[in-house]
């Protein structure tokens, strides 16, 4: 990444931590400090800038690259996508993440989204915990893990499961 690992702590170690408290909620069903909403939410939104991409990209060490774009490129209406799966059979949580923006085509010419022309979209290796292709899946522990060796505590608000312990160690 372009991004130095410094900058990206901390533009991103907020949104980073409480990305990683929400996905922990989601898996465990059990509401945690910094988590952005409940529990039992299905689906949740944040929107941001391609800045914000580029800053959490850098700072968990994401690279991204589609057939139309060029390594690690933020288009307009681009977006990081964090999906949790539940195993039903091991019950086991794993986050898959993703990259995903319309071609530069359905940009340039207008074209609507649909089922026959759906956005591309790049699965996303996440260094410190993802298996093997073409899914990369993380165990749930595993990506918070990864996400708590990756943020700085100094720059996370309070109310994130691990940053007041983390100030106090400090």
């Known amino acids: 990444h372009l991004c130095a690992i410094g900058s990206a702590q901390v533009a991103a170690s907020d949104l980073a931590a409480h990305l990683r408290d929400t ?3 989601a898996a465990s069903g059990v ?8 529990p039992q ?3 949740f939104l944040l929107d941001g800038h391609d800045s914000n991409l580029a800053w959490l ?4 060490r994401l690279d991204w690259l589609l ?11 681009s977006a990081l996508v964090f999906e949790v799966h539940d195993n039903r059979l091991t019950h086991l949580h794993t986050v898959q993440v993703f990259f995903i923006s319309q ?4 940009m340039r010419f207008l074209r609507p989204l649909t089922g026959a022309e759906p956005p591309s979209v790049a699965p996303v290796f996440v260094p410190g915990c993802s298996g093997p292709a073409p899914a990369y899946a993380c165990s749930v522990e595993g990506f918070a893990r990864a996400v708590t060796a990756a943020i700085a505590p100094r720059f996370v608000e309070s109310g994130s499961t691990r940053s007041a312990r983390s100030k106090e160690s400090q």
Not at 31 to 38: E, K, N, S
Not at 57 to 60: A, I, Q, R, V
Not at 103 to 106: A, G, S
Request: charged share 10%.
């Open 41 to 43: 939410d299905h689906f």
């Open 67 to 77: 057939p139309d774009q060029t390594f690690n490129a933020t288009p307009p209406g």
């Open 23 to 25: 996905i922990v909620g």
């Open 103 to 106: 071609t530069l085509d359905q």
């Open 57 to 60: 990209g850098g700072l968990l």
């Open 31 to 38: 509401a945690v400090a910094g988590q952005l909403g409940t």
